[in-house]
């Protein structure tokens, strides 16, 4: 069993691995997304988890709100006309993490240098939410 301390450390550098590969997503997210007719942000994506509230409770940090009143296929609670209002490590881990074809081709065609980084960070990212969660993903 993890102690306390090991599950805020691994949060902690699960969270600066977001940080990290955070600005190569935008980058991508911003060609796709922005001509995208068919928004893949619903709310039902947009809800937390338990392993993402253990997540966010051991960086100490307060659950965003989450109305209990809206239909899974509305626009997501925290999808604003520039973007998502969350900040990518505090986001749903199934929200942040989901990749719609169009999306893994912009990424793939990236640099391949950069786009290697991503990967290597990408997997390193899904071994630390799996040691967090005690779950494979």
Request: charged share 30%.
């Amino acid at each position: 069993m993890k102690s306390q301390t090991d599950i805020r450390e691994l949060a902690h550098e699960l969270k600066d691995t977001l940080i990290t590969i955070s600005p190569f997503i935008e980058k991508h997210t911003a060609i796709v997304c922005l001509d995208c007719k068919k928004v893949c942000c619903a709310d039902k994506h947009g809800r937390f988890g338990n392993d993402d509230i253990a997540f966010l409770t051991a960086l100490e940090v307060d659950i965003p709100h989450q109305p209990i009143d809206r239909e899974e296929t509305a626009a997501c609670r925290y999808m604003t006309e520039t973007g998502c209002s969350l900040q990518r490590w505090m986001r749903p881990y199934r929200c942040t993490l989901f990749f719609c074809t169009p999306l893994l081709k912009s990424l793939e065609q990236d640099d391949p240098k950069l786009y290697r980084a991503f990967d290597d960070y990408f997997q390193h990212l899904i071994s630390l939410r799996t040691q967090l969660t005690g779950k494979n993903w």
